[in-house]
């Protein structure tokens, strides 16, 4: 009898690869009834061989495999099939079958040898059809459908399994954007419908983060973190993990991570990286940021208000800056410090922002570090005329600046600073 | 769902006419012309339906003892090649493998010819024969796969290859065995050529339970073999015992393509071209095309021997080149069609 604390997949150390080879070194993962689990890592990170493990295709060297309790090495594969159903990748039968036939298939773990299809086969499989919305194709040989059809025949099959342990093996890949988001739709209403475990191999983080309820993140063959997605998915295990630099921030409305990835700019990435120091503010100041950081520049941001998405996209970048409470004026000790960040730049890019008495001593510490010979760039897309609130000091300022300064017309071509 | 299920039924309507349609040919026939009413009203006396018919003695034994016999070892040898076609197609998850083209059933008879020359024909009253066959079926069976499979799939080029390569190689030890066998020679050009002249009612006692109960053990097989349709590791997700579906099926096409040919010789194509035509009919599923071979088997195989003995009568043409010049063009159809397939077939 399956008790509560064997319900569901449960991995326990497991260590399996193939030939003398190791892939899987130690790895734990439970999966709980109603739990949707993603299983995340870079290439060869023992995914794709922690879904064979589980789904009794690759028995491990050391550690072991429970299905609702039971161990499914030591079942015949028609039983271990009734406890795990696995939706595998793509499927392309090399007969022509139809999509009904496919999906019965899914009930043959279910029937004898000789039987035909009962009544509960036919049903289990209709109900299924109707679930991932193909039920229409039931009569379509599988080749005339489409990727997206094909793969959720494919998920109708698993599901008429009827298996209380499910496993996704990149269910979306080659997918397009509305049929993953339907897929995975589907998955998460039978997870919490019918209470079944479901562990998924994930590719795509966000997906993963926006889908899953826990995230296990592999590396090297073995597990590196484990938790919601907000604990897992950060910018920390896409540097370690992944090797990659990224933006990860909430969503607002959902609060799961969103990761951004920023492909570095290649051939511009100088030896030993020059500073540039933005003055932004009202976001003007970021896509600069943004622009130079991804070319090689140490950016250093200020003087900015907190809670300006200037400031965000610089705390989120992790950036050297200076920042005063929101809507404030800028004290003497902050212009101090910022003027002290200009002096050192090799170059102060001045945004195109709206300068209103909060901010307008910004452009006068621009004006300083000008003078004092350090080179300064104005980004002009909007002319200084609409974005003075400070009654002619702003422009004033701007003006001067201009006579010493470069100007460019958007930050893209702050590009030239690298020429 | 009721469409194909439907369109099942209606098959296998059709194959049972087109199956009695052949045998009431096959026997009515030949030399002497015996008319279809006739030959159903002999058949009804048979089966103590009617009272004897008003036909000469002359006529009744060519009908029960010349043709009658012949026509059942053709339905006979036709249902275990068609059979053994689906299973080795099946196993080989490849619309081109049949017994003839894997080289199995020039194993079988080479196994044959080697008992014959060795004068064990005799051995347990044609068992020896048989047995002979099965053994070098299995052998070339065993050797064509190991050869085929790459890597977790079986390649329909690989597979060729190493059926034509095993085929060259078994052809070469029949020569040499030929060369050593004196006046046996015609003997042996019968095994190679293939025919169901005279053979009578005992190589139709031998061959018949063979073919009956291997086709009813493919029946636990058919279920296994769609699953294995959708690649191994697919397979193995659903339930089915991978290598043991995969040992069972070989053994079984090796046992039904061994029987057929220790009584016919070599008859090609009609393994390949059964499956195939019927899923052209009514799909790939297994659990369908099984029973569908069954009837379509025994119709092809019946019709190419009576062509055999009737084109050129009263001379007679080889059964195996029969099928061969009219499968070898089916085949060469498969292949063309296989680049932009469609249909059936995938591959």
């Given amino acids: 009898m399956t008790t509560a604390a064997d319900a569901g997949l449960i991995v326990d150390r497991v260590v399996a690869g193939y030939g003398g080879r190791d892939v899987l070194r130690g790895v734990s993962v439970a999966v709980t009834p109603g739990e949707i689990v993603g299983l995340v890592g870079p290439n060869g990170s023992g995914k794709t061989t922690l879904v064979r493990v589980a789904s009794r295709a690759l028995r491990p060297r050391e550690g072991g495999v429970r299905l609702q309790g039971e161990d499914p090495y030591g079942l015949p594969a028609r039983r271990a099939a009734r406890l795990v159903a696995v939706v595998p990748q793509d499927l392309a039968p090399v007969f022509s079958f139809t999509a009904l036939e496919v999906v019965l298939m899914g009930r043959s773990p279910h029937r004898s040898a000789w039987g035909g299809a009962a009544a509960e086969d036919w049903s289990s499989a209709r109900a299924a059809m109707e679930a991932t919305g193909v039920h229409h194709l039931a009569d379509r040989p599988m080749e005339e459908l489409s990727g997206g059809e094909r793969r959720r025949v494919v998920l109708a099959q698993a599901l008429a399994q009827q298996a209380p342990v499910l496993v996704l093996d990149e269910p979306t890949t080659h997918l397009d954007v509305r049929h993953v988001l339907d897929l995975l739709a589907i998955v998460r209403r039978l997870t919490a419908d019918e209470s079944r475990a479901v562990l998924g191999v994930f590719h795509d983080l966000n997906l993963a983060a926006a889908t899953c309820d826990r995230i296990v993140a592999l590396h090297e063959g073995r597990v590196v973190a484990e938790g919601g997605p907000g604990e897992v ?27 951004a990835l920023h492909p570095p700019l290649v051939g511009t990435v100088r030896a030993g990286p020059a500073r540039a120091h933005v003055v932004g503010g009202a976001g003007r100041g970021a896509p600069c940021m943004r622009f130079l950081a991804d070319m090689g520049f140490e950016v250093t941001a200020g003087v900015l208000h907190a809670s300006d998405t200037d400031e965000e996209v610089a705390s989120r970048r992790n950036l050297l800056r200076v920042s005063v409470p929101p809507f404030s004026d800028i004290d003497d000790r902050s212009a101090e410090e910022c003027l002290a960040l200009m002096r050192s730049a090799d170059v102060v890019v001045v945004a195109d922002a709206p ?8 452009l006068r510490l621009a004006v300083e570090a000008a003078r004092s010979g350090v080179r ?12 003075d609130f400070t009654g002619g000091e702003a422009s004033r300022l701007w003006s001067e600046l201009r006579s010493s300064g470069e100007i460019v017309g958007s930050p893209d071509e702050l590009v030239s600073l690298v020429g | 769902m009721r469409r194909a299920a439907w369109r099942f039924r209606a098959t296998m309507v059709v194959l049972a006419v087109l199956l009695v349609v052949a045998v009431v040919l096959g026997v009515g026939l030949g030399a002497v012309g015996i008319a279809p009413g006739t030959v159903l009203s002999l058949f009804a006396w048979k089966l103590h339906l009617i009272a004897r018919p008003d036909v000469p003695k002359s006529v009744e034994i060519i009908v029960f003892q010349l043709r009658l016999p012949r026509v059942l070892l053709a339905g006979v040898v036709g249902m275990g090649l068609a059979v053994a076609g689906l299973l080795f197609q099946g196993l080989f998850r490849n619309p081109m493998a049949d017994p003839a083209v894997i080289g199995v059933s020039s194993g079988a008879a080479l196994g044959a010819i080697v008992v014959i020359l060795a004068g064990g024909a005799a051995i347990l009253g044609g068992l020896g024969v048989a047995g002979a066959a099965f053994a070098g079926a299995l052998v070339v069976a065993f050797v064509v796969y190991r050869l085929a499979r790459i890597g977790p799939a079986v390649h329909v080029v690989t597979l060729l290859l190493a059926g034509i390569a095993v085929a060259a190689v078994m052809s070469g030890v029949m020569s040499v ?9 015609r ?33 636990f097989l058919v279920n296994d073999l769609n699953l294995l349709a959708l690649g191994e590791e697919r397979a193995a997700q659903l339930g089915v015992e991978v290598e043991r579906t995969k040992r069972r099926t070989l053994a079984l096409g090796s046992l039904l393509a061994a029987a057929a040919v220790s009584v016919s010789g070599v008859i090609g194509f009609v393994g390949l071209m059964t499956p195939h035509l019927l899923r052209l009919v009514i799909g790939a599923d297994h659990r369908r095309l099984l029973p569908a071979c069954v009837l379509a088997g025994p119709t092809i195989l019946i019709l190419a021997d009576l062509a055999s003995r009737t084109l050129i009568a009263p001379e007679e043409l080889p059964l195996g080149a029969v099928t061969a010049v009219l499968g070898g063009p089916f085949f060469l159809y498969l292949l063309r069609r296989q680049r ?8």
Avoid: C, K
């Fill in chain 1, 233 to 259: 998915v950060t910018r920390e295990l896409l540097r370690e993990v992944y090797g990659v630099e990224a933006d990860v921030h909430p969503n607002a409305v959902t609060g799961r991570p969103v990761v």
């Fill in chain 1, 355 to 362: 300068f209103g008495p909060g901010n307008v001593a910004n």
């Fill in chain 1, 376 to 387: 300064v760039v104005l980004v002009e897309g909007i002319p200084m005329a609409e974005r």
């Fill in chain 2, 177 to 185: 065995v030929m060369s050593f066998s004196g006046e046996q020679i």
């Fill in chain 2, 187 to 219: 003997n042996i050009y019968f095994w190679i050529l293939g025919g169901l002249s005279s053979r009578g009612w005992a190589a139709l006692q031998v061959v018949t339970p063979i073919v009956f109960v291997g086709t009813a053990a493919a029946g």
């Fill in chain 2, 340 to 347: 932009g397939a469609r249909g059936g077939v995938l591959v």
